[in-house]
């Protein structure tokens, strides 16, 4: 909205999508993992947020550049860079959302499970940091794989006594942002005007577009849903396999992690009625974590929407993902315990 507005000299329009007279609220932000493929352009991105007014940079080397580099820019929030761990008390204290990026990347031939044994250590200490000097943040999970990152960050804060359940974040944005650009390109849709659900997890089958609720309406084959429902679940490997070796996707992420980080800093600051996909604790189906669309509002989660009526290949879809999402959450939640 803020962009359909600007319409005159390029110009004009960053300075009006950048900054704001109104900004808001005094946010801190914290990045973890603010140096890598995705860490980069999410700080460069919530650089030009206005409603950050802080903006803390965090890993285990290397931020001081980064932070160096985006300090630059002129928009409102000051940005500090914190490398090591002796740092991330400082880092993170105050902070009103902390997004966590860190954490190694899918190589070809690779599934997001197969990044547990390095990830799920590196969630549970940062984790365990949060509940220590910034309890009430609200997390956004991105590091992989997220079916098991949520609940082990939910074990790790529910250990240390701070567990809030409308806190924590599965980020599935990029998920959502795939299925609108795909769709849009099949339905022949003006992307911007693209709304598409997408439930369930963030890995393979267990991402669940649906389709039959994206708006504009177009009538699309089943085969045409087929291939879009397919693209979306494997969106994150066709950039796996594109990268050769050198990661996964980082630009887009970063643009996704953005957009919902500004949902979740919209709905701290009272905006109406902001709704997005993500993968919270849940009571939509029998399985504890499940992502959906969640109403944000000053305390996080302000609502747990449901999944609305689906046609009969997504309560297939449904069925087929439960038992793979389950075991994944399972399998954080017994890491959590067990280390
Ligand atoms: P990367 O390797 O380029 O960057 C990761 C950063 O994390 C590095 O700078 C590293 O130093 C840092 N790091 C490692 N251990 C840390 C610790 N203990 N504390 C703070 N920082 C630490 O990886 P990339 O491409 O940025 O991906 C990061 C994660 O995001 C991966 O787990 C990846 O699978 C996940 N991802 C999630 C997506 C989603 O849709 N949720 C989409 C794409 C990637």
Known sequence: SAIARSSSAAGAQIQRRGYSVHSGPERKVAVLGAAGGIGQPLALLMKLNP??????????????????DVSHI????????????ENIREALEGADVVIIPAGVPRKPGMTRDDLFNINAGIVKSLCTAIAKYCPHALVNMISNPVNSTVPIASEVFKKAGTYDEKRLFGVTTLDVVRAKTFYAGKA???????????????????????????TPQANLSAEDITALTKRTQDGGTEVVEAKAGKGSATLSMAYAGALFADACLKGLNGVPDVVECSFVQSNVTELPFFASKVRLGKNGVEEVLGLGSLSDYEKEGLEKLKPELKASIEKGIKFANAN
Do not use: W
């Open 188 to 214: 022949k849709a003006p992307v911007a005007e693209v709304n598409v659900p997408v439930v369930g997890g963030h890995a393979g089958i267990t991402i669940l577009p649906l389709f039959s609720q994206a």
């Open 74 to 85: 002129n928009t409102r929030s000051e940005v500090k860079g914190y490398a090591g761990e």
């Open 51 to 68: 409603l950050v007014s802080h903006l803390s940079l965090y890993d285990i080397a290397a931020t001081p550049g980064v932070a160096a």
